[in-house]
């Protein structure tokens, strides 16, 4: 008599418990318009790392920082530039780290930050406290105060998160019944 061949049962794996940051950016590239709650996880992630990289970019190459904030100089009071700016910061300031794993973190989404950025800077509110915190973080890069340019990120990161849950919040509370 034949064996039968048996197969293992098939498995459907959750992306959410068993994907990498490759899977979520894979995930929001096959949007056309990002999804609200997609910038939001961004904010959050931003909020873990982003106080450290730049502490560590301030206390040992402040020059540096300042020579890259310099830039925001030149910005227009665009969603576009705001979020070009902002990447580029983030990444440059992000290479200043010893630790190599944040830009790498962060070049794993070149190809969806500007699209996840501009919808953010699209509210006028978020261009206006994100060049004061520019500003406060030049000062910060200025007199070479790590301490002073952590807390300013920390105070920004919170506030974006917040700014930007509380955005959302509101849509849902006017009626809509899908995300923006």
């Given at each position: ?6 197969w ?33 996880y ?72 500007v ?56 849509d ?9």
């Amino acid at each position: 008599m034949d064996k039968i061949a048996t197969w293992p049962p098939c498995y459907v794996k959750d992306y959410w418990k068993e994907g990498n940051i490759k899977t979520i950016v894979d995930i929001v590239q096959q949007y056309e318009e990002v999804p609200d709650e997609f910038v939001l996880y961004f904010l959050e992630l931003r909020n873990a790392i982003t106080t450290k990289y730049i502490k560590e970019a301030v206390m040992n190459h402040y020059p540096k920082v300042v020579a890259i904030l310099s830039e925001m100089d030149t910005l227009h009071d665009q969603a576009e530039d705001f979020a070009l700016f902002d990447w580029h910061l983030q990444k440059r300031v992000a290479g200043l780290s010893h630790n190599p794993i944040y830009l790498l973190m962060l070049n794993s989404f070149d190809h969806v930050y500007v699209r996840m950025a501009t919808k953010y800077f699209s509210l006028d509110f978020c261009r206006k406290a994100s060049f004061n915190y520019y500003k406060d973080l030049m000062t910060a890069a200025l007199n070479g105060d790590y301490q002073q340019a952590e807390s300013a990120v920390s105070s920004m990161m919170e506030k974006s998160y917040t700014i930007w849950k509380n955005h959302i919040s509101s849509d849902y509370k006017e009626g809509e019944d899908t995300i923006r």
